[in-house]
């Protein structure tokens, strides 16, 4: 069975550190990866994906990695911002016709 | 593209009602899945279709929970003889599969769904 892991839980950090989020699955046999951003009471909003054969996307200030044999992907966010500031969850998609497993997410504060 | 929509966004009941949730996804997507997430957790698969046909339902779907699609388009999810423990946020998402680069699930702002 699929695990997902994202720590720590939550992050503090001043305005216009660079940062890394880390994610861990427990089964490399994966089809893609997807990170999602939740506000507070919200849908998730859909930030990047990568498919099992790329090792990295990237949108704006946002890069997310993959390493499959290791079962680990990182999301890296350049500059932040307070407005960066919520939960950030990745997902993990077994094959084609499978559902994304979740991790717990970890929730973002960005000091100004 | 007016993306995913659900609707009641927010649902209070009491315990033994039934309730019903629709959502309508993207236009063009053929997949539809439901989650459920609560406080602190990731959402948790439920059920999903592609097209009209549901092809997979979650050990946590209980006979409370029935899941439609008719016709392939918008989407409802029944929980009857509701209970406590089904408080939760019910969440819709929707893909376009069958082309790698477009299978990313957007998801609706979900419906909140408060047992009393």
């Known amino acids: 069975k699929q695990e997902v892991t994202q720590i720590p839980a939550a992050l503090s950090v001043p305005e216009g550190e660079n940062l890394v989020l880390n994610c861990s699955f427990t089964d490399s046999a994966i089809y893609n990866l997807q990170w999602f951003r939740q506000d507070p009471g919200k849908g998730l909003t859909s930030l990047l994906l990568?498919?099992?054969?790329?090792r990295e996307q990237t949108s704006g200030r946002l890069n997310a990695s993959l390493d499959k044999s290791s079962g680990r992907s990182t999301l890296y966010i350049a500059a932040s911002q307070p407005g960066d500031s919520a939960t950030y969850l990745c997902a993990v998609k077994r094959g084609a016709n499978s559902k994304l497993t979740f991790g717990k997410g970890i929730t973002l504060s960005v000091r100004p | 593209d007016t993306g995913v929509s659900q609707d009641p966004r927010h649902k209070i009941t009491k315990r033994g009602q039934n309730v019903t949730f629709r959502c309508d996804p993207i236009?063009?997507?053929?997949?539809l899945y439901w989650y459920r997430q609560t406080l602190g957790q990731g959402p948790e698969f439920l059920t999903y279709?592609?097209?009209?046909?549901?092809?997979?339902k979650s050990r946590l779907l209980s006979d409370r929970f029935s899941a439609e699609r008719p016709k392939g388009s918008f989407s409802t999810l029944e929980i009857q003889r509701t209970e406590q423990g089904d408080s939760a946020m019910y969440l819709c998402?929707?893909?376009?599969?069958?082309?790698?680069?477009?299978?990313?699930?957007?998801f609706g702002p979900g419906t909140r769904l408060l047992v009393l």
């Open positions: 998402a929707s893909s376009l599969e069958g082309s790698r680069t477009q299978e990313t699930q957007y």
């Open positions: 236009s063009e997507h053929n997949r």
């Open positions: 279709f592609q097209n009209e046909a549901q092809l997979e």
């Open positions: 990568i498919q099992s054969s790329q």
